[in-house]
């Protein structure tokens, strides 16, 4: 059995949603420390797993696949995968030998048999159009998901260890999806966003075959949803079948918002962990139901001892984080701006270190548009929202490959903009964001935006 897992950092450290084969240890004390491990620095490290107490695997946007047999306290490259293609989340059966790859590119799904020596790129065994984002497994049964950019909501599963697969189309309830969670072999999760009502929870109880919304409340009305509709719920983590948590991100808010449930997922309430700053949050990770951390882009992580009920910001303990893997206690891996192994104290140790964030891509505003620069080619998607983060274009303004360098947009040609507040979204492999800005008087001006991570 599996349980996806978006786990853990002490004071020093959070990532989130990972797989593991092993329910939640005993909460981890922040006498204990994380140090990062020493791997290229190549974009962000997405996802980790571990096939048994010493090997494991993670990999990144610059589609590589790095690999350890000595429990991360060295890397070596296992693969690089053609034309650099993004790779998103990894996740292996309970048996260490056949593992799956899923990436941000819709003809590349991987798959290998023999432990990770070879990889095979079987996306033409998935149908449909897909990315996939997130990978969980149940026994033999595997589950997908997929994708971030809003332009599908696809969930994919196979009953036969990855040979066939089987697409359920989510379009009806949702926008895109992100992440993917079963907490037994028919009741799963799956978290993603919603055009209209923002960040969104589907549950199944018969394995997927058919799903019911239920994180903003199915009773809930327009005007009264929980989080902008711009906002994704990024990443789940159970504690056990009744206790869970999830990150929502957003690009609009002025707030980190993350939700929780007692009762196995029927139910969800929405907590703000800080009103003040929006940090992008992604991942989330308890270590018991009191236990747990949440982070997003730039440095620092939430933690809180009491349930959610309050949160501490710990400014310097990480970076960008999306991913963690926690296999036993004392035995902890998350990853980010890099990869942290858990380390126990030690007499005269300096705390554990990390490299500082870099939060890719930058905006900027003029008089007469509004611009983005990308520090990198990648794939953007640009829409327009208004104050309240609600999409107002018919379809996104762009929705392709972009050089690196600076693109520069002008809503007010394509909308007829009334004098007033705006944000110009983009999403690009790297991440989401968005620059606010006031349009009045034939002229472009910035706005401000509550932000640690910006």
Known sequence: MSVRCALLVSTL???????????????VTTALQWEQTPLNPCGRYDDIVFTNDRTGFTVNGCGEIYQTRDQGQSWQLNRRMPND?????IDFLDNGQVGFIGTLTRDAFYKTTDGGATWSNISQSLPGHHSICGLDHFGSALFAVGNFQMTSAQFFRSNDAGTSWELIDLGAQA????????????????AGTHAEKGALILRTTNGGTTWTQVYPARDARPGSYP??????????????????YGAVYSSTSNSSKVVKTTDGGRTWSTI?????NNRELEGIGF?????GWAGGYGDGVYETRNGGASWTFHENAGSNFNRAYFRRPRLAFASGNGVFRLAPPTAGRAPGGHTPAVVPHTTRVADDKVCVALDRPTHATVRLLDERGRFIDQGPLLHARLTS???????????????GQ???QFRTLERIFTQKFAWGGGRYRAVARHSGAM
């Open 405 to 419: 360098g600076e693109h520069c947009f002008t809503p007010h040609a394509t909308h007829a903009l009334r004098a």
């Open 422 to 424: 705006y944000h110009l």
């Open 13 to 27: 450290f959070l990532g989130a949603c990972a797989h593991e084969n092993h329910r939640h240890p005993a909460a």
């Open 85 to 89: 293609i993004y790779l998103r989340t």
């Open 287 to 291: 270590s018991d139901a009191q236990t």
């Open 272 to 276: 703000v962990i800080d009103p003040a």
């Open 175 to 190: 926008s895109g999806l992100i992440d993917v969670k079963f907490i037994a072999p028919k009741t799963g999760f799956v």
């Open 227 to 244: 989080t902008d509709p711009s906002d994704i719920m990024w990443k789940l983590d159970f504690v056990d079948e009744r206790v869970g």
